[in-house]
């Protein structure tokens, strides 16, 4: 067992870091579990299991190796289970965790250009099972058909208290349509997320960068076209992306410049396709983006450092 | 862009003592009572001086290239976690250091003394006692400090260009021990013969500053304090947990040699997995550098950018990005390798 300088390691470790998150992503989804549907916690943590299972096989096949617990996987699986509709049928479902897993999580270890393995199922969800993922509960009022929720919030006026946006259970006519937030399991209670993103910044899991810049891009965004920022903030999945979605290390750039212009992209792609097109989910095309533009942004963001570096070598060379 | 890390470490060695166990060294030369700019370097080569804070340069040379420097800075601020030999020596041999540091100015016709220290409230306010004389300038206890660039920048209000040294803004940076070690010549007539180290398990809690003559095996070291060493279960690090290299029982003590840990192998071991590219390694790196990314490229051989030149000469190896990088990248062993690309 040969170790090598620096004895001593500061922060987590990459085996824990999906674990915490994993962890932190079971307290929304346990609460909407006891509120709503309380079989829903044990579909979404099976689902992680399977993630992992597939994991393990990926690995057994391709690398020869035996690795049980595979948390990254899990934790992806768990991901798109929690941001679809808790009525989402298994079949769907198996198929998306496979291709994320088998095909996008796996092989691209490692290569410059990665792309978020929970999105890619989900896309792959809204593509080929459109009526399930669109499927918030039985539709009983003509709303469906709104662009975004903010126009049911703006027509409806907002009659939550304050109290009701951590827990709480809401009556009234958007039960079982759009529950407190519109949006899947995983995005129903926006301060609490929020609370928890906090706690994995601090843990040293998440980097606050790629959060923070999207969420001020995407509100300023969303401000200049005129929509109230509290609405957009807290409706659909914004913050549940924030945390668990934009912030995964795995896919983003790795530098500090190129992490805040991800965020940027992201942030504003998402509020102009959420303001001009239909899909109010627009936040799956906005992470793939971004993704799209990490190598090149920390490519960038390499020269530019170096570049900076020579000509202050070169300036001081001539001094 | 210059930051530094805080290194949780719970007790570091008490830098209020300092022992010598081994017997003291007897005076070989009569010492001096006039220092002569000229002979001086000479006299430094003669006691075999070299640059006693890790670096090693014969310590005439760097006098010669420092001779025009305005400023003498004292380097007490030591970085290394759980290590406080430089507090210690400032605090036992205050004799000794203030005379070395009256040489070193007077040579390189320097007229202000700056003594840079750890940030801890006790401890300044007694060398604020001991050395009235001089400015007392305090850093915070973090990694890595006490780097002469980050020691700079504090100096000069700015970060320095890549690749400069002190003296080019008039600056001589001499570390404590190596004063100590001049004082000592100067006063007693005694060359470096002798190491002031601090020598540290950490499972044990065993922590003491001790002075060492140079020369002796680690494994009398072990012997004299009885420590129960074990090579299968602890590894001996030289010169500190960040920077340090793995030494074996049998080498000897030099005359760079700032520590001596014992430390339990499986609480430096890390198993290297793949990059999440999380950045972290970025994020933390002082000097805001891509570590991850000069790696990768020293891995593949593509090492001829200038972007690339540019990120490698100004890393110092401080280890930083390998003790955060949560996949345990062997980091700055690559980054040592990238550094002969250049
Ligand atoms: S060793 Fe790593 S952290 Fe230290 S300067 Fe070099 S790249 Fe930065
Ligand atoms: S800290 Fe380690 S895992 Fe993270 S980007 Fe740097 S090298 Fe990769």
New binding site residues.
């Given amino acids: 067992m040969s170790v090598q300088s620096p004895f001593i390691r500061i922060g987590s470790r990459?085996s824990a870091m999906a674990a915490w998150a994993m962890l932190a992503l079971l307290v929304p989804c346990s609460i909407y579990s006891a509120l709503y549907d309380s079989t829903f916690v044990w579909r979404l943590i099976g689902y992680a299991l399977l993630g992992m299972m597939a994991e393990t096989v990926y690995t057994l096949i391709v690398k020869r190796k035996r690795r049980l617990v595979c948390m990254g996987s899990g934790f992806t699986a768990a991901l798109i289970a929690a941001s679809v509709p808790p009525t989402m049928p298994f079949l769907p479902m198996l198929f998306s965790i496979l291709i994320a897993v088998w095909i996008v999580k796996l092989p691209m270890v490692g290569s410059p250009l990665r792309f978020n393995a929970a999105m890619v199922g989900r896309l792959f969800l809204m593509l080929v099972y459109p009526a399930q993922t669109v499927n918030w509960g039985t539709p009983t009022v003509d709303v469906i058909s709104t662009a975004t929720p903010q126009e049911l919030y703006r027509s409806e006026g907002f009659p939550l208290e304050w109290s009701e946006w951590l827990f709480s259970k809401i009556d009234g006519t958007w039960e079982g349509l759009f529950l407190l937030v519109p949006g899947s399991p995983g995005e129903t209670f926006p301060l609490l997320i929020l609370l928890l993103g906090g706690l994995l910044c601090w843990k040293g899991i998440i980097g606050w960068r790629i959060p923070l810049f999207f969420l001020l891009s995407f509100s300023i965004t969303s401000a200049v076209f005129g929509n109230s920022l509290l609405f957009n903030l807290l409706s659909a999945a914004i913050l549940f992306s924030a945390v668990f979605i934009v912030a995964d290390?795995v896919s983003t750039p790795?530098s500090k410049s190129g992490q805040m212009i991800c965020g940027l992209i992201i942030g504003i792609s998402n509020a102009l396709i959420r303001e001009f097109t239909f899909y109010t989910e627009a936040i799956v095309y906005a992470v793939l983006l971004g993704n799209l533009c990490a190598p090149l942004l920390d490519h960038l963001a390499f020269e530019v450092r170096g570049k900076q570096l020579q000509r202050r070598m070169r300036q001081s060379a001539r001094d | 862009m210059l930051r530094t890390i805080k290194i949780d470490w719970k007790i570091p060695a008490d830098f209020r003592t300092l022992e010598t166990p081994f017997p003291r060294p007897e005076r070989i030369y009569s010492g001096i009572d006039e220092i002569d700019p000229k002979t001086f370097p000479a006299f430094l080569d003669e006691i075999g001086l070299i640059g006693m804070g890790g670096g090693g340069f014969p310590a005439s040379e760097k006098l010669w290239a420092n001779r025009h420097s305005h400023t003498l800075v004292i380097n007490g601020v030591e970085c290394e976690p759980g290590s406080s030999i430089d507090k210690s020596v400032l605090l036992n041999d205050s004799l000794w250091v203030a005379a070395g540091a009256a040489a070193c100015a007077k040579v390189v016709g320097a007229t202000k003394v700056i003594l840079a220290v750890q940030h801890n409230p006790e401890f300044v306010a007694e060398v604020n006692k001991l050395y009235s004389e001089f400015e007392i300038l305090s850093f915070p206890d973090k990694y890595p400090a006490g780097a002469e660039k980050l020691i700079l920048k504090r100096l000069t209000g700015k970060c320095p260009p890549p690749g400069s040294r002190p003296y080019e803004f008039g600056f001589l940076i001499q570390n404590v021990v190596s004063l100590r070690a001049v004082g000592r010549a100067i006063v007693d007539g005694i060359p470096v013969v002798e190491r002031p180290l601090t020598l540290a398990m950490p499972s044990t809690g065993f922590y003491k500053n001790i002075i060492v003559p140079v020369g002796i095996s680690v494994s009398e070291l072990l012997d004299l304090y009885k420590l129960p060493y074990d090579s299968g279960i602890h590894l001996i690090s030289d010169s500190g947990i960040m920077m340090g290299k793995e030494i074996s029982k049998s080498s000897t003590i030099e005359k760079t040699t700032i520590s001596i840990f014992i430390l339990k192998r499986d609480v430096a071991f890390r198993e290297e997995?793949?990059?999440?590219?999380?950045?972290?390694?970025?994020t933390?790196c002082p000097l805001g550098l891509h570590?991850?990314t000069l790696?990768e490229k020293i891995r593949k051989g593509k090492t001829g950018g200038n972007a690339f030149k540019g990120q490698m000469s100004e890393c110092f190896l401080c280890g930083v990005?390998s003790a955060?990088?949560?996949?345990?990248?062997p980091?700055v062993q690559t980054l040592e390798k990238g550094k002969q690309c250049l």
């Fill in positions: 990459s290390p790795m | 997995r793949p990059c999440t590219r999380c950045g972290v390694c970025n933390a570590p991850f790696t990005c955060v990088c949560p996949s345990g990248i980091l």
